[in-house]
């Protein structure tokens, strides 16, 4: 049996619709599918439509992304400020917040 030619390092993604390959590259934390900073407007669309109305759930999920995202973006020159990363990770899914919207091109 041969196996697909599959770029090396790639094996998880490749078998993915390419929507659903809108997922962090570390330590730079940017969109492998898009190349925006992640997560991208697809991410966070994909993201609320996985955990539905369980904001909560998504919410402790994005708090432990951070965590794990500030370790890396620490190391940037300049380091993004406490209230980018708060934007960038959390804000977007609070009540209130406004609706994800999506560029079709992505």
Known sequence: M?????PLGREPLSRLHPVHQHLPERP???CRACGAAWPCPMARMLL??????DRVGLSVYLAGVLFDATED???????????????????????GAPPVTVNPST
């Open 28 to 30: 730079g934390w940017r």
């Open 73 to 95: 973006l620490m190391r940037e020159t300049p380091p993004p400020t406490p209230g980018e990363l708060f934007e960038r990770f959390l804000a977007w899914n609070a009540p």
């Open 2 to 6: 041969t196996l697909p030619n599959i």
């Open 48 to 53: 609320r439509a996985e955990y539905g109305p």
